[in-house]
């Protein structure tokens, strides 16, 4: 089969020919229709994500939509062994897959599932949110933090802090639920003020940033709060500003903050695969929407490089290919 292939850590995969993978005991060969290229593609293909153990060749992909043998579509979540999604074909877990309604965009599904579950899952299974909390979505102006604005909004939030550094994908939020809009350029003591006082009393952070950005947004968060003791969840779900911070001892005592991550690991793969039927009917129900730019896998290495617009996400379609 054809795949997107890494051979180095420090370069864009290649299309190139590449062993098709052998079904075991409870998985299906797919042929595959689409797969979001995600930021935790990237780390995967660069070797950076947590999970990565280092060996190369690999074909990365961590999920997609693919057609059965009896010629229906899913999406599913790839297994941790074996090639990625983006090929040609892949190994599907049934028990790590669902199928799509007849009306569903698979481009579309394939581009928003990954950014739109690490809300959904958070919101759901990591806490017990209810309707009319508040939420901060610390790194609003990426792909999954513009979901999650749109997620917190649909499952009842009352008030959306959003917070990021792009203005011209700041100015899009408030269209899509925000209700408040932070920019975080510009002199940091005056930017992280701004979000203190508009964050002050938020129930629920979400976190894409970590590293300096949330060094310096917690202590102006909790430092506001009207009533400390009153519980902040505050959820970590990616590191896009880097992958460690240093904490006062002094935010866990003075303040009621319950800090915990969102991802593979914290949440068991049978949790996140149950979060998936509903996500799929908000999507295609149009609830929730996603800009999706579909380019063949034949052109993964333009595509690892693409300028993309804000808010769109680039999907390596196979069909044709």
């Known amino acids: ?37 995600h930021p935790r593609v990237r780390s995967g293909a660069d070797g950076t994500h947590y999970t990565s153990d280092g060996r190369l060749p690999l074909v990365p992909g961590v999920d997609g939509v693919g057609r059965l043998p009896d010629g229906h579509l899913v999406y599913f979540v790839a297994g941790d062994e074996g090639p990625g999604t983006m090929a040609e074909r892949a190994l599907v877990d049934p028990r ?21 579950m690490s809300s959904w899952v958070a919101l759901r299974r990591r806490i017990t949110f209810r309707s009319g909390q508040s939420v901060l979505v610390l790194g609003a102006t990426g792909n999954a933090g513009r979901m999650a604005v749109q997620i917190a909004r649909h499952l009842g939030a009352a008030r959306i802090v959003a917070a990021g550094r792009d203005p011209r994908r700041l100015e899009l939020l408030p269209g899509l639920g925000a209700t408040d809009v932070v920019p975080l350029a510009g002199d940091p003591d005056q930017a992280f003020a701004r979000l203190g006082e508009a964050a002050a009393d938020v129930d629920v952070v979400l976190d894409y940033t970590w590293g300096e950005p949330t060094e310096r947004a917690l202590p102006a968060v909790l430092t506001r709060r009207t009533d ?57 129900r149009g609830t929730l929407t996603a800009d999706a730019l579909p380019m063949p896998l034949s052109q993964v290495e333009e595509a690892w490089t693409a300028p993309v617009e804000p808010g769109r996400r680039i999907v390596l379609t196979m069909t044709g290919n």
């Open 1 to 37: 089969m054809h795949a997107a292939v890494v051979h180095s850590f420090d370069r864009a995969p290649r299309f190139e020919e590449f062993a098709a993978p052998e079904p075991a005991e409870g998985t299906l060969l797919v042929e595959m229709v689409a797969a979001g290229l």
């Open 96 to 116: 790590r897959s669902v199928a799509l309604p007849a009306d569903a965009d698979p481009v579309t599904v394939a581009a928003a599932m990954n950014p739109a």
């Open 228 to 284: 400390r003791s009153a519980a902040l969840d505050w959820i970590q779900i990616g590191s896009l500003a880097g992958p460690e911070i240093t904490l006062p001892s002094a935010a866990l005592r003075a303040a009621n903050l319950r800090l915990m991550g969102s991802g593979q690991g914290s949440v068991t793969a049978r949790g996140i695969v149950a979060e998936l039927p509903s996500l799929i009917t908000e999507l295609t």
